[in-house]
């Protein structure tokens, strides 16, 4: 199908695109990478009656690596945010997931933060946000917010920017000492959907002990989906069976069966990539070397 009729606008500064989307605002879409807005505009799921191209905005392409965290802009690529070791370093979960993402052409021209704001529940980087409380940062005619990941999926597809908002910005808090990190999913070919994914965050305390753990799930709800894994597992070794984490998983969890897969498949998949990756993350938070 062909995209419906829409007028074009290319700004060139972000002064100009925040008063677009002032002027317009339900009315507009934004156009970064267009790895999902062009699907839908094929299909006629999106109808706007502005796209606003943002890809003039340079000052947008950018990927910073601090003490802090990581922060990156609206147009940086998946491709580049995968390759660069900064965002390994600093938050080795980011590359982890991305790895996951689509195929290389798709990497090559799509962005992390519009993956972001698309709210695909199916998506990688919203869980990865998620789990890590990571944010994004939104401007308007009426200035910066900061949104935190918790506060920022309504629903599929949905966020809480308003219409006149443009993401410019995603945080992902960097690691703390002794915190390791793991990401696992399983679809049917390499390159679609995830069954159902996990991002994983486990800390240990001095003794090398579990102090805290918790999971981020994709494909498992209408958002991307945060349970805490500590209680059950709470002061266990490292290397110690961390099953009933898993278990805790599955029994919070409650998807949706499709086409693709029955909710009790779907549950069973949490429960195995659950205990998978919260294995690894432990080991990694140790030290430890990979079995």
């Not at 199908?1 to 605002?25: I, N």
């Not at 390791?180 to 002990?209: I, K, M, N, P, Q």
């Amino acid at each position: 199908m062909k995209p419906p009729a829409f007028r074009y606008s290319r700004p060139g500064s972000l002064a100009e695109a925040v008063e677009l989307l002032a002027e317009h605002g339900s009315q507009a879409k934004v156009l970064a990478g267009g790895q999902s807005l062009i699907p839908l505009l094929s299909m006629r799921l999106a109808e706007p009656g502005r796209l606003i191209d943002i890809n003039g905005l340079a000052e947008l392409d950018y990927r910073r690596a601090d003490t802090d965290g990581i922060r990156i802009g609206a147009l940086a690529r998946h491709s580049a945010v995968l390759a660069d070791p900064a965002v390994g370093e600093r938050q080795p979960l980011l590359p982890a997931a991305l790895a996951q993402v689509a195929h290389p052409t798709i990497r090559n021209r799509g962005t992390c933060l519009g993956s972001i704001v698309h709210a695909d529940p199916a998506a990688e980087l919203p869980a990865v946000l998620s789990v890590l409380a990571g944010s994004i940062t939104a401007v308007s005619a009426a200035g910066r917010r900061t949104i935190p990941a918790a506060e920022l999926f309504a629903g599929p597809l949905e966020t809480t920017l308003r219409p006149d908002e443009l993401a410019v910005e995603a945080y992902f808090p960097a690691l703390p000492e002794r915190c390791g990190t793991a990401f696992a999913e399983l679809s049917r070919r390499h390159g679609d959907y995830a069954l159902c994914g996990v991002a994983v965050l486990a800390e240990l305390d001095a003794d090398l002990r579990i102090r805290s753990a918790r999971a981020g799930f994709l494909s498992m709800a209408a958002t991307p989906r945060v349970i805490e894994l500590t209680e059950p597992i709470a002061g266990l070794p490292y290397d110690a069976d961390l099953g009933a984490a898993a278990e805790l998983a599955a029994a919070e969890l409650d998807p949706e069966p499709d086409i693709h897969a029955t909710a009790e498949y779907r549950r069973q998949l949490a429960r195995v990539l659950t205990g998978r990756a919260l294995a690894e993350a432990a080991r990694k938070a140790a030290g430890a070397p990979d079995e």
